[in-house]
Structure formats: structure tokens, C-alpha cells
């Protein structure tokens, strides 16, 4: 028990006065004499104190002893039964990643495969989950796995086929072949995760061939089917493969798709329809299968409805037949109504798959593009992969628009200079430090504006080089050399600054397309190249010209009797028509020069037509030639 001290004895008010004698008096005590029988004794009193009831774990401490140590004894059961308690899937792990911080409790993925490796007593089960983690993190840990199974003598038909498919997708195609025997079966006996192993194995390896033969033999027709067979098939268009080849990959993907479809998982396969959709369906066949599986849809999107648009399309849009679809597309978007903010940016994507880009700027109008940050940046990735500088400089400029977070200084560039014409230095370093922007970022629509840009004020070197960056960053360097063409031609020097840039930019290519492309500005230009070896629709026309520019007329027109029938530019239009109207076959020639425009030519290409045009309209006296093809390109 806790006692307070002692109260102090009351005492009387003290006088002022200090002063011995005059202070006491009249007061029978006085503070400073000690008289013990007049001092009161003090009184003890006792402090007051708030008493709760104890809990039972406070009153007894052996019930809270007891209570710690069963706690304990549960905790530590838990981590030895249950498994993966103490893994990244496990409870605690979870528990941890929930408070922000994640893995405080999980080992780190290379001392977990070091351990494992080193264990000779180490389970099949850990090892095969641990290959199957660093499959895609870090390869090396996954081989470190995959031989320690064959070691043990654990490698099951499945790991062996991941351990040949990391192989591969590591360019070891001698060692993925040997994981997997040496040669292939039958391929209609393979099980499905060989036949998977021999086809990323082969387009790996660049055999295109054989993967598709291997697909064809594939009976199974469900989703991982279906996907295998697209990303073969995107790789042999990346790869550039035989256009046979990339046809047959193509149908045996939608085959795929339209089964798994058939088989009631639609909403799960919408997204393998929008990677079909993305491939440049070239043959009649698949692109009337797949519209066929679009049509099959129970709730077709945007994107479908204007795929199905593109497909009853041919595959090359010139003249009157890009007329007609660009209008039915916009009926299709009409038919469909008022879309939704997450509708047209849909539409919007599909079209710039399709390098639609002039609807892509029609969906959405300029000022609907500054209420959604996806609708606007879309719409300046399309104007500037139109070219149209201005455009983008329009919409970046304004105060209420969204900020785009790649090319800053092409934007800034394209709201200084809007006004065209030579603005001295300024314009040489704004375009400069755009050029070097689109190099840094790697967007090839950002080049091309760029270059658009710097032949607009005069600046040819700038211009070359942004057009080179274009076709080193460009999917497909042959339509991105058509394009630079097709821009070019406006411009007094516009075929210098072309062929400049492909010289350099396809100076060690192995395409025979994109080789006859660079071949033909240099023969348009009056030079002799490297002659392409191929005997493709480009190349046979870059040898014709290349016979007509030597006078050698016969052999060029024989040339041209064997091109296919296809849609063809206004400048390569005009070369055909040159040649045959040079060789005798003016009735052939007559619908060329009919549809050719002598505003969309190059001057060169326009030095070549212009006296047969003059000729099919009876002025025979502007035909100087004198039958001589090589003076028309100024040469001796």
C-alpha cells in the first residue's frame, strides 16, 4: 500500500513586517519559534486508487504461458505441412506482397536453382517447377534445371520438348535437335507437345516448310493449336518467307481458330481473331475463311465489322478500288451508329494495323481527340504517320490538349513551324534535334513526319537522314521505300533524297523486292546498279527497265509480257507503259497511260511517258526520241 507524506500544519497568514518584535506581535504563534506542544500533529492521508478486475490471463500466469506455447506449436506445424507456405504462392508470401513488400520472404530465383541443383535428394517436381519459372527470366537457370533432370534420369517427354524449345528460341538448333532424337517421326504419329518442339525448332531455324507441313498433319484444333499456328505465322512474315509459305501459315491459323470457335469458346478467342486479323492476308483463300469465322461471331466487334469491310477487299488498293473502300468503311462506321469512347478507339487501332491512317483521322475529329487521351494519341500517331506535320503541330499546340509522352521535339518543332518556307537556323535545329529524338525513340512514324518536315523548308540532308531512319525502322522497308516515293515527288529534289537514303539504308539487304526497289531509283536516275537476281513481280520490272534504258527494246517488252497482274504506282505505271508503247504495243499501253497522273510522277518518270502521252493524242511532232530510249534519260 502506497502512503501520501505528511500534510503541512496550518499556519496564519504572514505578516509583512519582517522585523522580530513588531512581527509577532498580537499572534499567540509565530512560525519561527519551535514550541512542539503547540505544533499540530499531522495527518496521514491515503492516496485513492482505481482498482480493475484482473483478466484471467493476468491472474494466472500459467494460462498465459500456456497460450504462447500452443501458438508456437501451431505456427511451426503449419510451415512443415502445408506446403508452399513459405513460397511466392504460399500464404505468409502473400500476406507480405499485401503490405508491400514482396518477396521479404521467398529466396531469390537463382540461389532457389542453385540449391536445388546441388541437392543430390532434390524432387523432380521442384526441379520442373523451377525450369518452368526461368523459362522466360533466365534461361540459364532453366538449362541448369533441365540437366539436372536428365541427370537424375527424371526428363519426362515434356521436359525434354521445353528443354529442345528453349534451345531453339536460344539458336542452339544442334542441341534442341538432339533433345529431341535427332529426326522427327511421322508426323501424323507425333504427340502434341513433340510436334509443338519440331515447329518452334523449325521456325526458329528459318524452315518454314516443315512447320507447315508439321501443322498441317496437326489433327487437335483447340486454342494452343490455334496460337502455335499464329506465331508461326507471324514469324514468317516477320522473316520475310516465301509468299506460299506465309499463305498456307495463314490458312492454317484461321482453320484453327474457326474450330476452336466452332467449339463454344468465343470470348476467349477473340483475341487470337485480332492477331489473324493484324497478318497481311495476301491469298484469296484464307482471306475469305476468315471472314467467313468473322462472320461466325455472335457478337462481332468495331474491329471485326471493319475487318469484314477490308477483307471483301483486294489485297492492293489503288485508283478506284481504295475509292471504293475507303466509302464503304465509312458506311460501316455510319451503319453502326454513335460508338462509345472504348468503340473508336477499337476502330481507330484496327485501322492503323491496316495503315488506314487518313479514316483513322476521319473517325475521330480533332476536337473529340482532346476529351480522351487514347482517341488523341492515336490520332498523332496517324497524322504523323501520314506525314502531315502540321496536323500534329495543331493538336499538340493547343492549351486543353492531352500531353503525348514521345516526340516532344518534333512536336515543338511542328508548332514553331507551321508556316512553310526557309526559317534559317531555327528550323535546321528544331528539325535536327527531331531527327535525333525519332532515332533515340524508334518510332519510324515520327521519322517520317521529320522528314516530311525538313523537305518542306529546304533541308536535303536532314531529309535524307530521316529518311533513312525510316526504312531502318520500318516493318516492311519495300511499301516504307513507296511511301518515301510517294511523298518525295512533290519535291524538285525529292529522288535525290530517296535514293540517298536507300543507298545507305539497304546497303547490306537481301531481299530481292527490296533490292529491284533501290535498283529502280538508280536506273530512274541514270545509274547502273546492282541488279536483283529474283524473279518477283519488282524485279522483273527493274531488269525490263534496265534492258529499255540500253536499247535493248525486244528484251524489255518480253520481260514485261510475263509481269502478273496487279495494281502497280503511278510511277511504275508510267515505266509500263513506256516500254510497251516503245516496243509496239500501244493498244496495251493506252489504259496505263490513261490512268496516269503527271503530278504524281517523279520528273524523271514524267520525262518518260509525256512524248508517248503526246503521241496517243496525235501530236507525233513533241516525240524527239528518234526511237532512242536511252536520250529520254539524258544519257548518251
Known amino acids: 500500500m502506497r502512503f501520501e507524506s505528511a500534510v503541512r500544519p496550518h499556519r496564519p497568514r504572514r505578516s509583512r513586517a519582517t522585523h522580530p518584535v513588531t512581527s509577532g506581535a498580537g499572534l499567540q504563534w509565530c512560525w519561527w519559534e519551535s514550541d512542539e506542544k503547540q505544533t499540530p500533529r499531522p495527518k496521514l492521508q491515503k492516496r485513492k486508487v482505481l482498482k480493475l478486475r484482473e483478466s484471467p490471463f493476468e491472474q494466472y500466469n500459467w494460462l498465459r504461458l500456456a497460450a504462447i506455447s500452443c501458438s508456437a506449436v501451431i505456427m511451426i506445424w503449419l510451415a512443415v505441412t502445408v506446403p508452399g507456405l513459405l513460397t511466392s504462392r504460399g500464404v505468409v508470401q502473400q500476406m507480405w506482397n499485401k503490405l508491400g513488400f514482396p518477396g521479404a520472404v521467398e529466396k531469390p530465383l537463382k540461389d532457389r536453382v542453385a540449391t536445388a541443383t546441388a541437392d543430390p535428394k532434390v524432387k523432380a517436381e521442384v526441379l520442373r517447377k523451377l525450369a518452368q519459372e526461368a523459362f522466360e527470366v533466365d534461361p540459364s537457370l532453366a538449362r541448369l534445371c533441365y540437366h539436372k533432370l536428365e541427370r537424375v534420369g527424371a526428363s519426362s517427354e515434356v521436359d525434354r520438348c521445353g528443354h529442345s524449345i528453349l534451345l531453339a528460341k536460344l539458336h542452339d538448333f544442334t542441341g534442341a535437335r538432339a533433345v529431341l532424337g535427332g529426326k522427327p ?70 482453320y484453327f481458330v474457326q474450330a476452336a470457335l466452332l467449339a463454344g469458346a468465343e470470348s476467349s478467342i477473340k483475341p487470337l481473331i ?27 466487334g468495331v474491329a471485326h465489322r471493319l475487318a469484314l469491310v477490308r477483307l471483301s477487299h483486294p489485297t492492293s488498293l489503288f485508283g478506284k478500288v481504295r475509292l471504293d473502300y475507303e466509302n464503304a468503311t465509312r458506311e460501316a462506321l455510319a451503319m453502326l451508329g454513335a460508338l462509345t469512347v472504348t468503340e473508336k478507339a477499337a476502330a481507330l487501332s484496327y485501322l492503323l494495323t491496316q495503315r488506314e491512317y487518313k479514316l483513322a483521322l476521319e473517325v475521330v475529329p480533332l476536337l473529340e481527340s482532346r476529351t480522351d487521351r487514347t482517341l488523341f494519341l492515336q490520332r498523332v500517331q496517324a497524322a504523323l504517320a501520314m506525314g502531315d506535320w502540321r496536323e500534329a503541330g495543331r493538336m499538340a499546340s493547343n492549351a486543353s490538349a492531352p500531353r503525348v509522352p514521345w516526340a516532344r521535339s518534333l512536336l515543338h518543332a511542328t508548332s514553331a513551324l507551321q508556316e512553310p518556307g526557309n526559317n534559317g537556323l531555327m528550323a535546321e535545329s ?48 519495300v511499301e516504307a521505300l513507296d511511301r518515301l516515293s510517294a511523298v518525295a ?94 516496243g509496239g504495243q500501244r493498244v496495251a499501253a493506252e489504259p496505263l497511260m490513261a490512268a496516269v497522273d503527271l503530278d504524281n510522277l517523279f520528273p524523271e518518270e514524267a520525262q518518260l511517258i509525256q512524248p508517248w502521252i503526246a503521241v496517243s493524242q496525235g501530236d507525233r511532232s513533241s516525240l524527239s526520241m528518234g526511237g532512242s530510249a536511252g536520250k529520254l534519260l539524258g544519257q548518251p
Open 185 to 254: 517421326g511421322k508426323l501424323e504419329t507425333l504427340t502434341a507437345p513433340v510436334r509443338e518442339a519440331w515447329v518452334r525448332l523449325w521456325s526458329a531455324s528459318g524452315d518454314f516448310v516443315s512447320a507447315a507441313g508439321a501443322l498441317e498433319a496437326t489433327y487437335e484444333c483447340g486454342e494452343k493449336e490455334a496460337l502455335l499456328a499464329i506465331e508461326t505465322a507471324e514469324m514468317a512474315h516477320s522473316e520475310k518467307a516465301p509468299v506460299d509459305v506465309c499463305s498456307r501459315l495463314d490458312l492454317r491459323a484461321v
Open 430 to 477: 528544331l528539325v535536327n534535334a527531331a531527327v535525333s529524338e525519332s532515332a533515340l525513340e524508334k518510332r519510324w512514324e515520327s521519322a517520317f513526319a521529320v522528314g516530311k518536315m525538313a523537305l518542306d523548308h529546304r533541308l536535303r540532308g536532314l531529309a535524307t537522314r530521316a529518311f533513312e531512319l525510316v526504312l531502318n525502322l520500318a516493318p516492311d522497308r
Open 489 to 582: 515527288k512533290g519535291y524538285s529534289d525529292g529522288l535525290l533524297v530517296v535514293r540517298l537514303a536507300a543507298r545507305e539504308a539497304l546497303r547490306d539487304e537481301r531481299d530481292d523486292e527490296a533490292i529491284a526497289s533501290k535498283a529502280y531509283l538508280e536506273i530512274l536516275a541514270g545509274l547502273r546498279p546492282e541488279m536483283p537476281s529474283g524473279d518477283g513481280p519488282m524485279s522483273t520490272l527493274v531488269q525490263a527497265f534496265a534492258a529499255y534504258t540500253k536499247n535493248d527494246v525486244t528484251a524489255a517488252v518480253q520481260k514485261i509480257m510475263r509481269l502478273p497482274r496487279q495494281s502497280w504506282s503511278q510511277g511504275k505505271a508510267a515505266v509500263i507503259a513506256t516500254i510497251l508503247a516503245a
Open 274 to 300: 485480332d492477331r489473324i486479323l493484324a497478318l497481311p492476308l495476301a491469298g484469296e483463300k484464307e482471306r475469305f475463311e476468315a471472314a467467313a469465322m468473322i462472320r461466325r461471331l455472335n457478337q462481332p
